[in-house]
């Protein structure tokens, strides 16, 4: 399954939606695929309690965040 990705801007894969947080799901998976499919279920049967709650109950990061830290890991790697 595909969409198309508004922080991106092109169309990806569900498997990038849920491993491009460091193997954990992007936050914004559950709004993005939701209408799609079941998400929940999906998360659920993919991940622990723990590793969605530690996604999903954090503050989002601002874009600045997160092209500091796309930065850091290409500079690192």
Do not use: H
């Amino acid at each position: 399954m595909e969409i198309y990705c508004t922080q991106l801007g092109m169309v990806i894969d569900i498997n990038y939606c849920i491993s491009v947080n460091d193997g954990l799901p992007c936050r914004n998976t559950i709004g993005c695929w939701q209408g799609r499919m079941d998400i929940y279920a999906f998360l659920k049967e993919k991940f622990t309690e723990d590793d969605l709650k530690k996604v999903f109950s954090n503050l989002p990061k601002s874009k600045i965040e997160r092209i500091i830290e796309s930065a850091e890991k290409a500079f690192s790697s």
